[in-house]
């Protein structure tokens, strides 16, 4: 359990440096051509960046960091064991984690229990308080590990010349979420409980995900391609990578229902866990990364692989529960290598008005399925900024700057959809350079 929890502390301490810029959240969180993109597409290490940007304030640390908010802040376990038992939520916590970019004003909290109940049209599920529960959530890549590695989050560059590039770099990344019926409780859901009533119940309600952390020392190569008179100009990136680990983390849990005769008498549950850390196992591997950049007057495209080919591997501890009983704990291991490549398409198109300028811009990562659209109006010293996306549920992005000398101003009004329960989160987003 302490390890556990060191693993969520490392998780709260450090996701500051996911905060995705401030900008972008207020264009729907689109991933905008730059340098700051170089972790998707390694052409994008050259270019200019096209717009000064303050430091993102850490809002999301507050609730991570501070005891203040002990529904989501792993340091209650440290400090008020006893508030950390009554009050801590894991999907809240995951909620926060997942979006450390935005303070959350209502993020989601678990339901007090999975209630299946057998009615005439079907089967319904619940929570406790008997609100429905949203049985399909996806984000990263699903519950599919695709990508070997999560994207650098924070990179120190030690040596740069002719194009080539050494850095050290932190690694973050929370993948692979995903809360699934079995094709037996769908069946139920549209109208055939009959298939569900025997014991142990085919009928499933299913959650899983994982969390990665670790530092990597990446060799990268970005160069322009020879222009082509009227066609533009491609850039080209390679980079090779190699991992140490600090922390993996993988949960998948199950909710099933319990059958006396036909009808349901209550609900059983069961939890595997894989945890790796130093102390308690290693992982370590190694990753190659290709990317394609072209630009043509105000538009630019780029195509990012990451993944190309690569392995990992993790040493550590996996564990059983059954309704909150633990049944085994045995040393195990987590390796995967090969071509695990992880697509990312994204593009911008600047067009010039009357009266300042419109920033059209949107993204598509294969992998995971998730897309944004966004769009920023510059006009004088201001800018406004809408945009919407999909990772897993639907998100939305509203946003403005200020742009003086001396002075950068950012603020976002960021919402997503709640995992599991439903409903809509909200958020706020700030930075602030001079």
């Known amino acids: 359990m302490r390890g556990k929890i060191l693993l969520l502390s490392l998780a709260a301490g450090l996701t500051w440096a ?31 960046p096209e717009e000064g940007e303050g430091f993102p304030l850490p809002l999301g640390l507050l609730r991570l960091a501070l005891p203040l908010f002990p529904e989501t802040s792993p340091v209650t376990y440290f400090t008020d064991r006893k508030a950390f038992k009554e009050k801590f939520d894991l999907l809240s916590f995951y909620d926060q984690l997942s979006h450390p970019d935005a303070f959350l ?5 678990s339901p007090d229990e999975v209630v299946f109940t057998v009615r005439g049209d079907g089967i319904t599920l619940t929570d406790g308080q008997g609100k429905p529960l949203v049985p399909d959530f996806w984000a990263g890549t699903g519950g599919k590990t695709s990508s070997l590695l999560p994207s650098p989050l924070l990179r120190l560059p030690l040596a740069s010349e002719a194009g080539f590039r050494l850095g050290l770099g932190y690694l973050q990344g929370v993948d692979g979420v995903a809360v699934e019926t079995s094709p037996e409780l769908q069946e139920a859901l549209k109208g055939n409980p009959s298939v569900c009533q025997q014991n142990p119940s085919p009928c499933a309600l299913r959650g899983r995900g994982s969390f990665t952390a670790g530092l990597a020392l990446d060799l990268a190569y970005a160069t322009p391609l020879p222009e082509i008179p009227g066609a533009g100009r491609l850039h080209l990136g390679v980079r090779g990578l190699g991992f140490y680990g600090l922390a993996h983390l993988e949960a998948q849990a ?14 059983e549950y069961e939890v595997k866990s894989f945890l790796s850390y130093p102390g308690q196992g ?7 990364d290709l990317g394609l950049a072209w630009t043509y007057e105000n538009l630019t495209l780029g195509l990012g692989v990451r993944n190309l080919l690569g392995f990992v591997r993790w040493s550590g501890q996996e564990e059983v529960y059954q309704n909150g009983q633990l049944i085994s704990s045995t040393p195990a291991v987590r390796e995967r290598a090969g071509l695990a490549p992880a697509a990312f398409l994204n593009g911008a198109y600047r067009l010039p008005l009357e009266e300042g300028s419109l920033l059209l811009a949107g993204d598509w990562a294969l992998a995971e399925g998730s897309f944004h659209l966004g769009a920023e109006y510059a006009w004088s010293a201001f800018r406004l ?10 998100r939305l992005g509203l946003g403005g700057g ?11 009004l960021t919402t997503h959809e709640a995992p599991l329960v439903g409903g809509l989160v909200y958020g ?3 930075s602030l350079g001079f």
């Not at 401030?22 to 270019?47: D, K, S």
């Not at 290693?282 to 190659?288: E, I, L, R, S, T």
């Not at 900024?385 to 897993?392: C, Q, S």
Request: hydrophobic content about 40%; charged content about 10%; overall charge positive.
């Open 402 to 412: 200020l742009r003086l000398p001396g002075l950068q101003l950012d603020a976002a």
């Open 385 to 394: 900024r809408a945009g919407f996306g999909r990772e897993g549920g639907w």
């Open 254 to 267: 199950e909710a099933r229902p319990v059958y006396q005769g036909d009808q349901i008498s209550g609900t």
């Open 282 to 288: 290693q992982g370590y591997g190694a990753m190659a």
């Open 428 to 430: 706020l987003a700030l």
């Open 18 to 48: 996911s905060a995705q810029g401030v900008r972008q959240l207020g264009m729907g969180g689109v991933i905008l051509p730059g340098p700051a993109a170089a972790g998707y597409n390694p052409a994008y290490a050259l270019f200019p």
């Open 105 to 109: 004003f209502n993020p989601a909290r």
